[in-house]
């Protein structure tokens, strides 16, 4: 079959052909999720149909390529040499001067995730284990990029080891590259084995501090990483699942961040992640939000789902499922997934079902359905707010309430929360860990009866959950003087995101408001 195509321009999807107007330097390269293969060749475009590929190319002899597998075959041609291509492309004889190179059969990959990447690259090269490692970047690129070559590569490694050892499966594909190009749509595309990555991710390029670009830099190479597990070795059905794909990633990029004690500055990575879900909150708060599994009938509507509820919000609510049935099975539920589905598609019943297994395993009891129900099929954010009665210095009685807003109606849910009881005027504070809140607007939490009073208190104090915290006034009171005892800068910073919410609500003067606006600013 003959089939020839126009190349997409910068921001479309396809095969994309981008030229330097300072250099004349030619870059191409493919982005086709979710579903724009077929704008390149003639396929069945949709993820639950995986397949084998051999590519070939041509290209300038100063070209480099890079693909999901291997070269296996290069030719050179010059006009005293041409080469019959009748194999790979049907009349074409070649005699000016190019470079054919046909790659290895790859493994099974559905048609969004193949690639090709061409262009006048500079490529870096090292290798994990017996995984050969490689960056590619344009050569007009080079000055901008090789003083972070080394901590790429590094981070690159560390995120394999780390995600190697969650899920407890090797990393399953025999190479990895990451191609770095100008005019990529998004920030980078998870590609098997050959992640494309956008220019604009490199530090110095849109105007923000060099630390806040690096680590979304960080961000964005173990988001993608984690896709070769949970996206391309087991990859969703339908699209449906998207949020999967993308949440999952979005978590356990900032996870691994925070819990690995090989990356710097772990509390950043909380506080960073904060910053995504309260997107999401933002957007719920304009009614703008979707369930985060919706129905999707044709492929044309999947492109709506690539937003802040999809990746900040999946992300938060697998989090919390990790919080609720404990790390130890949250993994062994992954790991069973994995190994049961590589190289196939799956559905989120699949996961779910595996990660119930291992929480009974684990003794661990949890209606995973009507987890699902309440935090995949619905929309809004709930409020949590302390009610607390004391007598005589001592806590009498301690409610939780619970209030929603973005959805289409009222709805609560079940949550599990630390609480924070700051004493004094010092900043001691008692962590009260995995509190259970359940989905009724009144929670009676009796295990806090009968503890001295304390002078404030802070509702979900690591963030647990996905809700927003309506402060009570003494507990405002008492933080106006005192949040700058507080030594958990992470618990500080969701204090005043919490005043700051408050004040957009118009729950708190500005006069207030104004003493917690400079603990916004940790980042």
Known sequence: MW??????????QGLIKFVDKMTNEQTQFTHFEPYDAHMVFPCFDQPDIKATWIVATITPPEWSVISNEDIEVEHETTESAPLELSQHFPQTTLTSPSIVRIFKQSPLISTYLFAVAAGSFKIYTDHYGNVPLRLAVRNST?????????????????GMKYFEDFFDVKYPFKKYDQVFVPGMLFGGMENVTCVILSELILPGSLGTSWKFA????????????CHHWFGNLVTLEW??????????????????????????????ASLQFYMQKYTAYGT????????????????????ELFDNITYNKGAAVLWQLLNIVGEKAFREGLHAYLEKHKFSNAKLKDLLNSILSAAKAHKVEIDIEYWAQQWLH?????VLMAIVSIENGIVKEFI???????????????????IGLFYGTTGTVEIIKDVAIEATEYTLIESLTGKPAPSAILLNYNDKTYALVQLDSASIEFFKHYIHTMNDLYARYLLANYCSWMH???????????IFHPYLGLL
């Open 378 to 382: 619905t929309t809004g954010v709930n």
């Open 142 to 158: 080079v000055s901008r990029i090789s003083s972070l070559v080394g901590s790429i590569f590094d981070v690159t490694k560390k």
């Open 400 to 418: 939780v309430q619970q209030d929603s807003f973005g959805g289409e109606e009222e709805y609560y849910r079940q949550h599990c929360i630390d």
């Open 3 to 12: 089939y020839e195509n126009n190349y997409a321009n910068v921001g479309e």
């Open 284 to 303: 719920e708060e304009r009614k703008a939000g979707h369930p985060i599994v919706m129905k999707m009938g044709k492929t044309g509507d999947t492109s």
């Open 214 to 225: 690096y680590d979304t830099l960080v961000d964005v190479i173990l988001h993608e990483l």
């Open 504 to 514: 957009y609500k118009g729950l708190m003067d500005y006069a207030t408001y104004e």
């Open 239 to 268: 699209w449906e699942d998207l949020w999967l794909n993308e949440g999952f990633a979005t978590f356990m990029s900032y996870y691994c961040l925070e819990k690995d004690p090989q990356f710097e500055s772990n509390k950043l």
